[in-house]
């Protein structure tokens, strides 16, 4: 073969479970030639499987081994890594189950797992010190907005997703039943890094747009009015000091008039 | 950028860092003398992992032992990956940064595995340009790391030891030498490893690694789950003996242990090593 760049090239097409007599031909024939192929083949597989285990935990444990093998394998033929970082495979995985037409559970599930895996490794949410807190009180809200945190991001669902994430989690009680209505609903869920620890919290279809007006840099005149329209009951203050307290906003910014 | 120093690392062992271990090493931190870390692990721009690297490094010197640079590929550095690679060093100052010999990458699609290279002038010439690159963008000398390997290929006219000893002529980098790596290909390829060490220059041996291997039928497989070997351990004394002593790295991957049967294969190697002291005193 004339170049290194042609036989790596042979090598990646026979792995891809392509044709393999042209990189077999530059191997010397000794008693480890007839199996390294399909060694190799699977060491490059079994390493990504075990990445998507790592990186959906709880859709594993949900539909078991044998089953998130064959979803796995079909996702790593259908989307080849292009990064030597392997953080960052597996983040098609919910497209991959969408395109199989999968049950809404997996996929939804599959992009709750997904987010937690990039605000595990998101920015710190910046402190918060007094002084913003002090001119808040005194500003004028159509003046105020919010900026979220790096370590946050919130998900519309059609199903309580969180439930089922918080009842497979390595310390919660097996004995909880967890009940899925099958029934579509507009929901929400909220991941966020707090104190380096993994929350994640179901919202109201009331809460999820208020999150979505604060992430959308509405001022707390807008939020309001946006809290105002799903309901008189809504509290969207102390809603507001709920994300605070939790890390989900990392900064305030005074000065854009609605 | 970082206000730390990079700590010399002593010629005693030190244990690979694997997320398992993180608390246990923060509540109890074990008497190694240094601790080794995958920087991809860490690419991350926040998060508990690199809070606990942070708490680590201020007791323990640190190396960072790198998968994901493919040197031998004749696709172009990853300037992303690198480029995270450097903020990291900035940051955590590790006293050693190593890469793996091997390939792993062709026309953008990554395998994430240490693929072997045929020894060849060719070959030479693409590992040395982009060790060249490595090190000028990181202004730092790098160690390379001799791979495991499943298949030889017919070009390879070069033997391993020349290879890399060329590496280090041309390049000024060093070498990290796993000797777990070298005993599996010996097995598996029926090859005298000491011919291997005879042809690396001493001081540029500068880090080794010992690993434990899997074995299926008469094949070896490096897996890095078990514990050392006795014949590695042999192999560990008579590389002690020809290079002089090394910082040593337990290295487990897989199957992970519990905390303290890595620092009980610290402690046997250190145990070489001081004898080595010892004997040359």
């Not at chain 1, 500003?139 to 497979?168: G, K, M, T, Y």
Request: charged share 20%; with cysteine; glycine share 6%.
């Amino acid at each position: 073969m004339s170049s290194l760049r042609e036989l790596q090239h042979a090598f990646a097409t026979a792995i891809a479970g392509g044709k393999s007599s042209l990189v077999a031909t530059e191997i010397v024939p000794d008693r480890m030639a007839r199996r390294s192929l399909a060694l190799y083949r699977r060491l490059i597989r079994n390493n990504y499987v075990h990445t998507l285990k790592i990186t959906y935990p709880v859709l594993h444990q949900f539909v078991g081994d044998s089953y998130f093998r064959t979803l796995a394998r079909g996702y790593i033929r259908r989307y080849p890594s292009t990064s030597g970082d392997l953080f960052l495979y597996g983040r098609h995985f919910s497209l991959f189950l969408l395109s199989l037409k999968a049950p809404r559970i997996l996929v939804e599930l599959t992009r709750l797992e997904w987010a937690c895996h990039e605000v595990y490794q998101a920015a710190e949410t910046p402190l918060f010190t007094k002084e913003p807190w002090e001119s808040l009180a005194s500003s004028d809200p159509s003046c105020v907005s919010f900026r979220f945190s790096p370590a946050a991001r919130f998900l519309r669902c059609s199903l309580p997703i969180h439930r089922l994430w918080q009842a497979l989690q390595p310390d919660a009680s097996s004995e909880e039943a967890v009940d899925l209505p099958l029934a579509a609903q507009d929901t929400g869920v909220l991941v966020v890094r707090s104190e380096g620890k993994i929350q994640v919290i179901g919202l109201r279809a009331h809460e999820y747009r208020v999150l979505e007006a604060m992430d959308d840099r509405k001022t707390v005149v807008e939020i309001e009015q946006i809290a105002s329209e799903c309901g008189p009951q809504r509290d969207c203050a102390s809603f507001i000091a709920s994300m605070l307290e939790l890390g989900v906003l990392g900064g305030i910014e005074i000065g854009r008039r609605s | 950028m970082s206000h730390l120093v990079a700590t010399p690392i002593p010629a005693r062992a030190g244990i690979g860092l694997r997320s398992y271990h993180f608390h246990e090493i923060v509540d109890t931190p074990p008497p190694v003398a240094w601790m080794e870390a995958h920087p991809e692990n860490y690419f991350g721009e926040g998060g508990m992992a690199l809070r606990i690297l942070e708490r680590i490094r201020a007791r323990y010197p640190l190396s960072f032992h790198g998968v994901g640079l493919s040197l031998g590929s004749t696709d172009p550095i990853d300037r992303a990956h690198l480029g995270k690679l450097h903020t990291l060093i900035d940051r955590f100052a590790p006293t050693f940064v190593s890469e793996h010999l091997s390939w792993s990458s062709v026309d953008g699609q990554s395998f994430n595995e240490l693929l072997p290279l045929p020894f060849t002038e060719g070959s030479l010439t693409i590992v040395c340009d982009k060790v060249d690159e490595v090190q000028t963008i990181l202004k730092r000398p790098m160690l390379i790391e001799n791979v495991t390997r499943y298949l030889t290929w017919r070009d390879s006219t070069i033997p391993e030891g020349e290879f890399m000893a060329e590496v280090v002529r041309r390049t000024g980098c060093g070498i990290l030498l796993d000797l777990n790596n070298l005993y599996v290909n010996a097995v598996n390829f029926h090859l005298d490893p000491v011919k291997v060490l005879d042809a690396l220059p001493h001081e540029a041996v500068q880090e080794i690694h010992l690993a434990g291997f899997d074995q299926i039928g008469r094949v070896l497989l490096d897996t890095h789950g078990q514990p050392v070997y006795p014949e590695v351990w042999s192999l560990y004394e008579w590389a002690i003996h020809h290079f002089g002593p090394r910082p040593t790295l337990i290295e487990w991957d897989t199957n992970l242990p519990p905390l303290s049967l890595l620092v009980e294969q610290a402690v046997q190697a250190d145990a070489i090593l001081g004898a080595h002291h010892v004997l040359t005193a």
